[in-house]
């Protein structure tokens, strides 16, 4: 059922989140010391070494776990609406794509950008889907307690009313809209 599909939604986006929030604690490490490199002078060759290294990380980020965004994106461009996975992945992959482009042109780089995005959005994910999980229980639990029957007033009008009316258990599937109930305190 609709649990079914979330748990393997849930479990899916943990893979994604497990494999880019690994990878992007490495790029941060990285990025740290490229940027403490450029305050206290580093050797340009160990500076494209970090570069490469934090291109090669931030490529599984970006294209794996960054994959159900990239998806989406694609999916409400074609159907003419711009949804919140659109800015997700304009704004990683923009960041992914300048840096390259930066490694090239030494320029600064900010993979560490793509993969944050990427992470901490895969994480917001998990953690809603977990939740939908947790009420969609809860709604189930209180469609059970919905009765079976309910007690019906056959030919309802006042006159009959001020006389005392007798109700008939009914099951639920035959009341229709327009029908009166008579609901006991």
Known sequence: GRNTVLEKERRDYFYRFSIGSFFAMNVMLFTFAI?????????????SFFEYLSWALATPVMFYSGYPFIVNSYKSVKNGVLNMDVLVFLGSFSAYAYSVWAVFSDLEVYFDTTCMIIT???LGRFIEIG????????VSR????????????????MEKYENGLEAVL??????KPGDYLEVLP
């Not at 009914?170 to 009341?175: A, E, R, S, Y």
Request: aromatic share 10%.
């Open 120 to 122: 901490l959005i895969l």
């Open 142 to 157: 209180l469609l059970s307690y919905q009765p079976q029957t309910v007690r019906h007033l056959a030919d309802f009008c």
């Open 131 to 138: 939740a939908k999980l947790r009420h969609s229980g809860a």
């Open 35 to 47: 940027y403490a490199g450029y305050f206290h002078g580093m050797d340009g060759r160990l500076k």
């Open 170 to 175: 009914v099951p639920l599937k035959l009341v």
